[in-house]
C-alpha cells in the first residue's frame, strides 16, 4: 500500500513555455501533498504544502505564481511551472500523507530540463 | 529553520558488514522521524520511522537508535548488501507541523 505516482517521470521543454507534473496517490487518500526540489546530490528542499481544497502553503522564497500547485481532489495535485527557465531545471519529487498520519510516502519524482 | 545534519558524507563498506549511519537533530522539540533510502533518480523510500517516546526500533535487517540527550540518531543495516547502495537521509518531524526536516544525506556504497 502507499504509492504515490509522479507523470511524467522526464520532461524537456523549450525556456518560456509551462509544464504541468502530476502526484497521485494510487491506493489512498492523501489529505496532505507536498512537493519537493532537489538538485543533484543535494537533500531535499520542501516547495509547498497542499491540502485539498485549499490554496497551497509556500515555503519562504518560492514563488507562487511561477509554480502553481492544485490539489483539487483526495488523489492528485498538479505542480505547473510556469514560464520555464534553465534554471528551474530540477529533479520534482511529490510526497503524500493521510489525514493526521505523520509519514509521507515519495513518487518516483519527475526530472525537468528546460532548454 | 531547523536543522537535520549528518557527520559522515559517504560511507563505503564491504558486502556482508554492518553499515551504521549517523544522524543529528537540532529541535529537541522533533518527536517522530523518518530514515529514507533514495536511490539515483528515483523518489525517497520509507525505511523506517521511531517515535520520541522509544530509543530503538527494529526492522528486517534496519535497526534505528535515538538519542534524545544528545539529538541523535542512527541507521544500523545488518549484512549489508550491494542493493543497500543509495543515499539516506533523516527526516524529523514535530507531530502537530506538517513539515518534515531533512538532512543532506549519507551515500553509502557496498563494496562487493
Known amino acids: 500500500g502507499a504509492v504515490v505516482s509522479q507523470h511524467p517521470s522526464r520532461v524537456i521543454c523549450k525556456s518560456g513555455t509551462s509544464v504541468k507534473i502530476e502526484c497521485r496517490s494510487l491506493?489512498?487518500?492523501?489529505?496532505?501533498m507536498f512537493w519537493y526540489r532537489q538538485f543533484p546530490k543535494k537533500s531535499l528542499m520542501l516547495m509547498a504544502t497542499?491540502?485539498?481544497?485549499?490554496?497551497?502553503?509556500?515555503e519562504q522564497g518560492v514563488e507562487k505564481d511561477k509554480f502553481l500547485i492544485n490539489h483539487a481532489s483526495l488523489t492528485l495535485s498538479t505542480l505547473t511551472v510556469t514560464s520555464a527557465h534553465p534554471e528551474d531545471s530540477s529533479f520534482y519529487i511529490c510526497?503524500?500523507?493521510?489525514?493526521?498520519?505523520?509519514?509521507?510516502?515519495f513518487g518516483p519524482g519527475t526530472r525537468l530540463l528546460v532548454l | 529553520g531547523e536543522s537535520v545534519g549528518l557527520h559522515l558524507p559517504t560511507l563505503s563498506v564491504q558486502e556482508g558488514d554492518n553499515s551504521i549511519i549517523n544522524c543529528a537533530y537540532s529541535?529537541?522539540?522533533?518527536?517522530?522521524f523518518i530514515w529514507y533510502k533514495q536511490e539515483s533518480g528515483k523518489g525517497p523510500q520509507f525505511i523506517i520511522d521511531?517515535?520520541?517516546?522509544?530509543d530503538k526500533r527494529q526492522g528486517q535487517r534496519v535497526t534505528v537508535l535515538l538519542n534524545k540527550t544528545v539529538k541523535h540518531l542512527s541507521l544500523q543495516i545488518a549484512a549489508t548488501q550491494p542493493g543497500d547502495s543509495a543515499v539516506y537521509f533523516c527526516?524529523?518531524?514535530?507531530?502537530?507541523?506538517?513539515?518534515?526536516?531533512f538532512g543532506t544525506g549519507t551515500s553509502l556504497t557496498v563494496i562487493p
Open positions: 510526497s503524500a500523507r493521510y489525514l493526521n498520519q505523520e509519514t509521507q510516502y
Open positions: 491506493d489512498f487518500q492523501a489529505t496532505t
Open positions: 497542499s491540502n485539498e481544497g485549499s490554496k497551497a502553503t509556500y
Open positions: 529541535n529537541s522539540a522533533s518527536d517522530y
Open positions: 521511531i517515535r520520541s517516546n522509544m
Open positions: 527526516a524529523e518531524n514535530i507531530m502537530t507541523g506538517n513539515q518534515f526536516y
